[in-house]
Every structure is written in C-alpha cells, then in structure tokens.
DNA sequence: CCATATTGTTAGCATTGCTAACAATAAGCT
DNA sequence: AGCTTATTGTTAGCAATGCTAACAATATGG
C-alpha cells in the first residue's frame, strides 16, 4: 500500500544518485562494464568466462570483447584450467585488485559525503528498506 | 556518522535495483539514452537540441544521433526555431509522449511489487532520505 | 563411437558516448 | 557598416558495450 507520490520520487532519485555514481566511476579511467567485471570477480571469486557472462546477465560474445580489454589493460589474467581444456579460469593481477578495491572506496567515500546530513538510524533504515526491495527484486529476476 | 557497512550495503544495493529498473527499460524497445531524452522532453518541457544536450550532460553531437533515431521512430519532432534559425526545438509527437508515458509506468509498477512487504512509513523515510541524497548529490555535480 | 552440449572465439551489426572539424547564423564591438 | 567571436547543428571517425550467428575444440552421455 505504497503511494504513487513516494515511488515517483523513489524512482528519480534512484536514477539520478546512479548517475552520480557513473561520475565517480568514470574517474577511474576504466569502463562500466570492465569495473562491473573486475568486481564480480573480486566479490565472487575466480571463475570462467562464461560463468562470468552469466554473473553479469551478459552474452559470452560481450564478456568476450570486456576481458580482452581487461588483459591488455593487465587487469586480469586468462589461466587455462587442467580440468577442462575448453576454459581459462579469469583471475585478477594485483592491479585489477587495486583497481576495483581503489574504484569501490571512490563509490564509498562519495556516498558517505552525500549522506553526511542523514541522521544515521534515518540512514540505517533506509539502507535496509532498499537491500530488502533488492532481494525481491533479484528473487523474481532468475 | 555514517556506518561504513550501511554505505557497502546501499551501495550494492542502488546498483542491483538499477539494474532491474534497466530490465524494465529494456521491454519498452526504446534504447536508454533515447527513453531518457523522452523523459526530459516530457517532464522538463520543449527545449532545443543544445539544451537537451546540457541537460542530460551528454554532447552535442551524441544527442544529435539520439534525436535522430527518435525521429526516424516518429517519437519527436525537430520544428524550426522562428526567432532563431540556427535552432531547432524539439517537442514530443503523441506517440513519444505514449512511450515515455507507458515506460514510466512500468518502472512504478514495478518498483510498487517491490516495495510490496515493506511498512509504507518506513518507505516513506527510506525515499525522503534518497531525495535528500539525490539533492546534495546534484548540487555538487553542477 | 557417435550425438549433443559447452566454451571460447570471431564476424558483423546497433546504440551510446567522445572529439574535431565545418557551415550557417547570431551577437557584440569598433 | 563591417569584422570578430560565439553558438547551433551537423558530419566524420573513433571507442566501448551490447547483441546474434556461426565455428572449432573439447566434454559428456548414450
């Protein structure tokens, strides 16, 4: 029994944070897509390409072209795997770790000055509010 | 005061329920920079294809093929500027405005199911604190 | 052993973004 | 008036991110 009102605003201040994110993110002098890439596999582990593509709702084609621009940036690394010649186990360097590590903190740091004037339980609740609309979210998204 | 591990958690979260909010976007067959020049034509007014251009903080020239494609799609029109012929203003056709229109719905609809199970007093608060976020965020992004 | 599936790869396309250049037009200054 | 400068739209050309379709190499299941 939400109101209209508060899922309009919800909604623009949603798109336009996020696009405030971008910003910060475009500092760091490497694409969304790579970024996204580099922290599935600092959060979720080494794992094959395609395993990847599918993390990311992405083609094989597309994570393709994305690792190929990781590994001639030495952001990550393609090992074959001795169980199955067909794959290469993607790990990060130490330089895609401080990157992503280093590109995380930027998001971080910006989120905290923009909050600053939040009441922290105000904050708090807030945070939970929408790690909860994201678990639904993500329930009906498989 | 904010807690490092409500900022990790927002974090995340903003960027998981965008993505699902780009899902959305994605059924309507209308690209995303092209739905978001929709939205700004709707919501912000007519203008011209430089102010369009500042106002979703995009070049010139990007917005140029954005218009373009709107127009082959019979979603906009380009209408001579009288006072000045170098302009062009652009203005919604009734089925670009349809399009924007349909598409915000959707994203409400959507974000209403899922926001279903949380108290609508504390929706509330979690929206009046990313609009609040939102604000600071875009003061400094001018 | 043979059919089928999976994995990585390539080719080719569309969309979204950029900068640099250009012509047409407007605006400002002397 | 004329001359310079700024703005507007446009084009060309590039890069990144996405797609599907096809292919070879390899695994897997009968």
Redesign the pocket.
């Known amino acids: 029994m939400s109101s209209e009102a508060d899922l309009v605003l919800l909604n623009s201040a949603l798109t336009q944070l996020m696009r405030r994110l971008r910003d910060v993110d475009e500092l760091q002098g490497?694409?969304?897509?790579?970024?996204?890439a580099l922290a599935v596999l600092r959060f979720g582990g080494a794992c094959?390409?395609?395993?990847?593509?599918?993390r990311?709702?992405?083609?094989?084609?597309?994570?393709?072209?994305?690792?190929?621009?990781l590994e001639h940036d030495g952001l990550i690394r393609?090992n074959p795997?001795p169980?199955?010649?067909?794959?290469?186990?993607?790990t990060l360097t130490s330089r895609g770790r401080a990157t992503i590590e280093r590109a995380h903190r930027a998001r971080i740091t910006y989120l905290r000055e923009v909050a600053a004037d939040i009441a922290p339980g105000r904050l708090r609740s807030a945070c939970e509010v929408l790690d909860r609309m994201r678990d639904v979210a993500n329930r009906g998204a498989h």
Request: glycine residues 8%; neutral net charge; proline residues 0%.
């Open positions: 490497v694409g969304r897509a790579r970024l996204s094959s390409a395609s395993e990847l593509a599918e990311e709702m992405v083609s094989r084609a597309t994570m393709h072209h994305v690792l190929g621009g393609r795997d169980e199955d010649a067909r794959r290469h186990i993607i």
